[in-house]
Every structure is written in structure tokens, then in C-alpha cells.
């Protein structure tokens, strides 16, 4: 049941990055259109575009970590004896996750203390932008959550989690 929970998540988050990015590309291709062929302004173009690209943003980085996309630097990984760098490994994913936690936690509250400012030129709380943190977050510890799992179920069956 949760496997299949987990494959909606992860359905969803792809249509809903897909759709956010094309609403992002269509306003910000109209503000431009709009600045420089009509010499007009769409003043809410810029605030909506900015909401967008936050949550593009943090959409895109749980299924970047999903999806392995994410950069990272190996070379000193690569040489360690099997132990220590399935050791560093957990210490890496465990001090992302504290991370992620935070950024719950934090984002939480952020949109707590915005849920009453409004945008200036759209009529929405500027906790939506701000709601993009925990949601983000919450996404990005469930992908790692099942990042550990997988590497658990790896060191377990060949005795390590990268083959150097």
C-alpha cells in the first residue's frame, strides 16, 4: 500500500512541476512580450512568476533527489574502505534529513507569520510563495527516506552502497 502511495506522490509531483512550468514559461513570455512589443507593463507578471519559480524550484529538487540528479563529489568517497564510506554515506543522507526537518519546521512557521501579507498586484497571501519550503521539504525528506531505505537494502545485500 505504501509503495503504491509513494508511486501517486511521485505522479503527481511530475504533472505538477510539468504544469507549473509551463503556466512559469507562459507568464513570464507575456510580461516580455508585453514590456517590449506593447511598451506595457503587466505589474502582476513579476510577482506571479516569482511564486511560480519557487515552487518549480523545490518540486524540482525532490525529484532531482529522487531521481539521483543531484551533484555530488565522490572522489574522496570512492577511495575509503567499504565500512567507512557506507558510514559517511549515512552521515551524509542523516545530516540531509535533519536538514529537510528543519526546513519543515521553519517553513512552517514562515508561512504562519505571512499567511496576512498580501502581494501587491495579485490577490493571494504571500504564504503561498512561502508554503513552497515545508511542502519542498517534505517531499525531499520522503525521497531520502527511501534513498536510505534502498542503500540499507544494498550495503545489506552486496556489503556497500557505491561500487568504487
Not at 91 to 119: A, D, H, P, W
Amino acid at each position: 500500500m505504501l509503495k503504491g502511495l509513494y508511486e501517486v506522490i511521485k505522479k503527481l509531483e511530475n504533472y505538477i512541476l510539468a504544469v507549473l512550468g509551463v503556466v512559469l514559461f507562459f507568464v513570464v513570455t507575456t510580461g516580455v512580450i508585453y514590456r517590449y512589443v506593447f511598451q506595457m507593463q503587466l505589474t502582476w507578471s513579476y510577482e506571479l512568476s516569482i511564486l511560480l519559480y519557487i515552487w518549480v524550484t523545490f518540486i524540482g529538487a525532490s525529484i532531482a533527489i529522487r531521481e539521483g540528479g543531484h551533484v555530488e563529489i565522490t572522489i574522496l568517497i570512492d577511495v575509503l574502505p567499504k565500512k567507512i564510506r557506507n558510514a559517511v554515506l549515512l552521515i551524509k543522507n542523516v545530516l540531509l534529513m535533519v536538514i529537510f526537518i528543519l526546513g519543515v519546521y521553519y517553513g512552517i512557521e514562515i508561512v504562519g507569520r505571512t499567511s496576512r501579507q498580501m502581494f501587491e498586484t495579485i490577490p493571494i497571501s504571500r504564504a503561498w510563495t512561502y508554503s513552497a519550503l515545508p511542502v519542498g521539504m517534505t517531499l525531499l525528506a520522503l525521497h531520502l527516506l527511501v534513498l536510505i531505505i534502498k542503500d540499507y537494502q544494498t550495503i545489506k545485500k552486496n556489503g556497500t552502497i557505491v561500487e568504487p
